[in-house]
C-alpha cells in the first residue's frame, strides 16, 4: 500500500492549483455576485488539457489517470464549484460515458472534439416530475426508421445553455419502467432543441444551470448510445463517474473552508487572544481537518478502483455522501468562526455554503446514498456487471497515439 | 540554439521564514518552488526554442530534493535537466556556485545562451550571473526586460535591459549570460510534459564529473562568510487615517503629512 501521491500526481495538482489560483480566484466573486459564467473559462480549461483530463492522447485526451481527475477536481473546488462542475458534467457524465460505452465512430464524432475542448458537453437525465427516481422520466424517444423523435422537458441541467452536445436519457419503451429506457447524443444544432436558464439559484452562481425541451427532435439511430433499454444502467453508470468528481470537488471544498477558518483564527483576537486558543473553535477546525482527511482517502480509493477497473458504485457513493456532508458543515463552521465577517460577501466562506448545499442534492441527494450504503450493508443491494465496464486505465494505452489514418 | 538555465529551488514566496539562535534559517514545511525569476528565463527560452529551434537544457545546484525543481521546468516544456549534486558543494558562495555551474556549462558542449533569473528570492544576491558570465567569458547581459532580436547565424543578440533610469538596448555576440526580469507570464506545465517529467531519470554529476577537485568548491572555497544571521527587526507599521471636510482638504493634509515624513 502506498499514501503518497506520485511525481505525476503532484504536478498536476500543482499545475490546476496554479490556474485556479492564479486566473479563477481574482474574478469568481464578481462573477458569482453577478450570476455570470466565466466568458473564456472553456477556452482556458481546453488549452490546459483539462476538458480530457482522463480521456486516452488517441481520443484527443490527455492521457492522465482516473486518480488525476479527482486531483484537478479537488483544486477546482477549492476555489470555486462552478469549475468542477464542468469536469462532472463535461468529462465525467458525459466524456467518460461515451468511452465507456460509445462506438469507435461515436468516439471519433463525439468523445474527440470533446476531450480536446471544442465542443462542451452536458447530461440531462433529470426532469420536472422525476429527479431521484430516475425511472420516472417522461421523455420519449420513438423510432421511426432511422430516426428516434424526441419529446420532453429536462430541467437543472448544468451547462443547459453553453453545451454542444448532450447525453440525454429518454423512455423508448413507457410499460418498461427502468429497463425501457435508452440514452442519445443529441446536438444542440437538431431541430427541436431549446435551452434556457434558471436564474436564482442559492449555489453555483458562477455556472450554468437550465432547461431543455426537445419537440420532435430527430434523433439518428447511430446517435444511440448503448443497446435500447440500457439507458438506465449507461445513466447510473455515468453516476459512478460523475459522482466522483463531486467527491473530489467536495473535498476540496472542505480544504478551502479549513486554509480560510485556520487563517482567520490566527488573526482575529478576543478576549486578549487568538480565537484560534479558544477550545470551541478548536473543535471545529479539528473537525474540519478530520473530514478533509477522510473525504481526500475515500475518493482517493474510488480513483485507485476506477484505475484498476474494479466496480466502485459503493465505495464512490460513499465518498460522495461523507464529502458532501462534511463540506456543507465545514462551510457552516467556517462562517461561524469568521463571525459577523463570514455572513458577508467579503470573504469567501458564505460562497462556500451555498456551493456545498447543492453537493447535497445533485448526483444523488444524501438521502439516496443512505439508502445506498445501508442496502450494501444489509445486503439487499449488489452489483450486477454491465455489459460495458469503464476501461481500467492502462498507462500505455492511454498514451499511444492515434494511428494514421 | 542550445539554452541553458541554471535555476534555483527556493522556498515559496509566502513561506514564514525564521532565524534560530545558531543563525540556521528555516521555512518550518512551506513547499519549495523554482525560484519565480527563473520562471521567466524558462518561458524566454522556450519561446526562443520555438522559433529558432533547437533545445533548453536546466540545470541546478542542489540536493537531490531539487530534482522536483528540475521536473518542474521539463514540465513546462524543457528538454534535458541535470542536477548537479556533491556533499563537497555544501557551503558554496555565489562565486563558487557560479564555478560549479560554469563547470557544467562547459561540459554541455556547444551553448549558445545561458538564461537565468535576475536574482533569487532566498539568497537574493544577483551575484551568480555577473560572477558566472566572468567564469565562462561571456558577455553578461543582465536584467534583461524584453528580447529584441536574435540572430543564431550572425551570432548575435540584442536586448532591452531595464535600469533605473529607464531602459537600455544592447547588442552582443552569442554566446552570452542573460538575467530575466519580469518579462513574460511563464506557461504552465502541460499533462505531456508532466508525463516526460515524471518518467525522466535525472542526471547527477558530482565534482569529479565536472572535474572539479574538493578544494575547488564548498565551503572551503569560498570567501564569503557569514558570522551572524538574523532576522531583520520587525517593522512597525502605523496607519493613520487622514480626515477633512473635501476632498481637496484631504488630499492637501496628506500632502502636509508626505512631507512633513520627507517621503515627498
Ligand atoms: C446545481 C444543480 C445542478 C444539477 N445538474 C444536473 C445535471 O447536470 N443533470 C441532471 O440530470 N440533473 C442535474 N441536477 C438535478 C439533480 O440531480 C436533482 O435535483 C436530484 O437528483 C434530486 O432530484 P429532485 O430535485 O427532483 O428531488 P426529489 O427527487 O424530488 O427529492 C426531494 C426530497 O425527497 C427526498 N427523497 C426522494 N426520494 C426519497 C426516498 N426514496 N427516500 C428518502 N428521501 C427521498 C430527497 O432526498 C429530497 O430531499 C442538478 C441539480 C442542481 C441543484
Ligand atoms: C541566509 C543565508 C545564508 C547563507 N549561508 C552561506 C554560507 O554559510 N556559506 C556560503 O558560502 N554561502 C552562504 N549563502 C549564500 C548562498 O550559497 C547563495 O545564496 C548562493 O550561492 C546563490 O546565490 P543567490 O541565491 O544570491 O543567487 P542569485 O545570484 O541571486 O541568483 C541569480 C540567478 O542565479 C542562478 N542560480 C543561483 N543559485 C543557483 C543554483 N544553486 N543552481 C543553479 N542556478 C542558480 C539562478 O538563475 C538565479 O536566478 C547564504 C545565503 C543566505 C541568504
Known amino acids: 500500500m502506498d499514501f503518497q501521491l506520485s511525481d505525476e500526481h503532484r504536478m498536476v495538482q500543482q499545475m490546476v492549483r496554479e490556474f485556479a489560483e492564479r486566473e479563477i480566484r481574482p474574478v469568481i466573486k464578481e462573477h458569482d455576485r453577478a450570476q455570470k459564467p466565466i466568458p473564456w473559462l472553456f477556452e482556458r480549461m481546453a488549452a490546459l488539457g483539462l476538458l480530457g483530463i482522463c480521456i486516452p492522447v488517441k481520443y484527443g485526451g490527455a492521457g492522465m489517470d482516473y486518480i488525476s481527475l479527482g486531483l484537478a477536481c479537488e483544486e477546482l473546488e477549492r476555489v470555486d464549484s462552478s469549475l468542477r462542475v464542468v469536469m462532472s458534467v463535461h468529462v465525467a457524465l458525459n466524456s467518460l460515458s461515451l468511452l465507456q460505452w460509445g462506438t469507435e465512430e461515436q468516439k471519433r464524432r463525439y468523445l474527440v472534439p470533446q476531450a480536446k475542448g471544442e465542443r462542451i458537453a452536458a447530461y440531462a437525465l433529470t426532469e420536472p416530475g422525476a429527479g431521484s427516481d430516475a425511472a420516472a422520466i417522461r421523455t420519449t424517444a420513438r423510432r421511426q426508421g432511422d430516426v428516434y423523435i424526441l419529446n420532453g422537458e429536462k430541467t437543472w441541467i448544468s451547462l443547459a445553455d453553453l453545451a454542444d452536445h448532450f447525453l440525454v436519457i429518454a423512455k423508448t419503451d413507457p410499460e418498461k419502467g427502468h429497463r425501457g429506457m435508452s440514452a442519445f447524443i443529441v446536438e444542440r444544432s437538431f431541430p427541436g432543441v431549446k435551452t434556457g436558464t434558471i436564474h436564482g439559484k442559492l449555489g453555483v452562481r458562477a455556472g450554468n444551470t437550465g432547461w431543455i425541451v426537445f419537440e420532435n427532435t430527430p434523433v439518428p439511430v447511430e446517435n444511440r448510445l448503448g443497446e435500447e433499454g440500457e439507458g438506465f444502467y449507461i445513466a447510473m ?4 463517474n460523475g459522482r466522483y468528481t463531486v467527491a473530489a470537488g467536495a473535498t476540496g471544498l472542505i480544504r478551502a473552508c479549513l486554509e480560510a477558518s485556520v487563517k482567520y483564527a490566527n488573526e482575529r483576537m478576543t478576549f486578549g487572544r487568538r480565537i484560534g486558543e479558544h477550545q470551541l473553535v478548536q473543535e471545529m477546525i479539528a473537525k474540519m481537518a478530520a473530514s478533509y482527511e477522510i473525504a481526500r482517502l475515500l475518493y482517493l480509493r474510488a480513483g485507485w478502483m476506477k484505475n484498476m477497473g474494479m466496480r466502485n458504485t459503493r465505495e464512490t457513493s460513499l465518498a460522495k455522501w461523507f464529502a458532501t456532508e462534511a463540506a456543507v458543515q465545514a462551510a457552516l463552521d467556517a462562517i461561524q468562526i469568521h463571525g459577523a465577517y463570514g455572513y458577508s460577501d467579503e470573504y469567501d466562506v458564505e460562497r462556500y455554503l451555498r456551493n456545498a448545499k447543492g453537493e447535497v442534492i445533485y448526483e444523488g441527494t444524501s438521502q439516496i446514498h443512505t439508502i445506498l450504503q445501508a442496502e450494501y450493508a444489509l445486503g439487499y443491494r ?5 455489459r460495458c465496464e469503464l476501461p481500467a486505465y492502462d498507462p500505455e494505452l492511454w498514451r499511444a497515439e492515434p494511428a494514421m489514418a | 540554439m542550445h539554452i541553458v538555465v541554471p535555476i534555483k529551488q527556493t522556498p515559496d514566496t509566502t513561506a514564514a521564514l525564521t532565524v ?4 540556521r534559517i528555516s521555512w518550518g514545511d512551506a513547499p519549495l518552488i523554482v525560484n519565480p525569476w527563473d520562471e521567466f528565463a524558462i518561458e524566454e527560452s522556450l519561446r526562443l ?3 529558432f529551434g533547437g533545445k533548453v537544457t536546466v540545470i541546478t545546484l542542489g540536493p537531490e530534493s531539487a530534482k522536483e525543481a528540475l521536473k518542474q521546468a521539463v514540465a513546462m516544456g524543457c528538454d534535458e535537466a541535470i542536477l548537479l549534486h556533491d556533499p563537497a ?9 557560479a564555478a560549479i555551474l560554469a563547470a557544467a556549462i562547459r561540459k554541455l558542449g556547444a551553448v549558445d545562451l545561458v538564461f537565468m533569473g535576475k536574482e533569487s528570492v532566498d539568497g537574493n544576491s544577483a551575484q551568480v550571473p555577473p560572477a558566472l558570465a566572468r567564469r565562462l567569458g561571456w558577455p553578461l547581459l543582465a536584467y534583461v526586460g524584453k528580447i529584441r532580436e536574435v540572430d543564431p547565424a550572425g551570432r548575435t543578440i540584442v536586448v532591452e535591459r531595464i535600469l533605473e533610469e529607464g531602459r537600455q538596448v544592447v547588442r552582443a555576440p552569442l554566446p552570452a549570460v542573460l538575467s530575466a526580469m519580469q518579462m513574460n507570464e511563464p506557461r504552465y ?8 517529467a515524471a518518467r525522466m531519470q535525472i542526471q547527477v554529476w558530482n565534482a569529479a564529473d565536472l572535474g572539479l577537485s574538493p578544494e575547488q568548491v564548498g565551503a572551503a572555497a569560498s570567501a564569503a ?5 538574523f532576522a531583520p527587526p520587525r517593522q512597525e507599521v502605523q496607519c493613520e487615517f487622514i480626515q477633512g471636510e473635501s476632498p481637496e482638504e484631504i488630499a492637501r493634509l496628506l500632502v502636509d503629512r508626505l512631507l512633513a515624513e520627507k517621503v515627498l
Open chain 1, 237 to 240: 453508470a455515468a453516476l459512478d
Open chain 1, 382 to 386: 449488489k452489483d450486477r456487471p454491465l
Open chain 2, 20 to 23: 534560530d539562535a545558531s543563525g
Open chain 2, 49 to 51: 526554442k520555438e522559433k
Open chain 2, 89 to 97: 558543494f555544501e557551503g558554496s558562495d555565489a562565486v563558487v556556485t
Open chain 2, 189 to 196: 506545465p502541460s499533462f505531456m510534459g508532466i508525463r516526460k
Open chain 2, 225 to 229: 562568510r557569514w558570522p551572524a544571521v
